[in-house]
Nanobody
Framework: QVQLVESGGRLVQAGGSLRLSCAAS????????MGWFRQAPGKEREFVAA????????VYVDSVKGRFAISRDNAKNTVYLQMNSLKPEDTALYYC????????????????WGQGTQVTVSS
């Protein structure tokens, strides 16, 4: 069973930076396509970014391109989301998720989820 635990979320001022981490319980993290999603109060869960098994390919939602960077360290069973130039609209609960497929972005296509870490950006 895959267990994912996110960390790194906190309150930060607009323009600041955060790095989220997602630690996996399995040694086969390298076999999973990994993504980050976020959900703000009253809104649907939104795809943010994803990274291929090797880390060589990344996909981003348009609103974070150029500001966020997803990466992974399979030796450490960890996925990261570096967030720069944060905006108040980035405020949300951020989830790490894993998929067996490739290049998917719908939450329904990710069977493995963490509990989330809260990111709050103040203006």
């Amino acid at each position: 069973q895959v267990q994912l635990v996110e960390s790194g979320g906190r309150l930060v001022q607009a323009g600041g930076s955060l790095r989220l981490s997602c630690a996996a319980s399995v040694r086969t993290l390298s076999s999973l396509y990994m993504g980050w999603f976020r959900q703000a109060p009253g809104k649907e869960r939104e795809f943010v970014a994803a990274v291929s098994w090797s880390g060589s390919t990344q996909v981003y939602v348009d609103s974070v391109k150029g500001r966020f960077a997803i990466s992974r360290d399979n030796a450490k069973n960890t996925v990261y989301l570096q967030m720069n130039s944060l905006k108040p609209e980035d405020t949300a609960l951020y989830y790490c998720a894993g998929a067996n497929g490739a290049y998917v972005t719908s939450p329904r296509q990710f069977p493995y989820w963490g509990q989330g870490t809260q990111v709050t950006v103040s203006s």
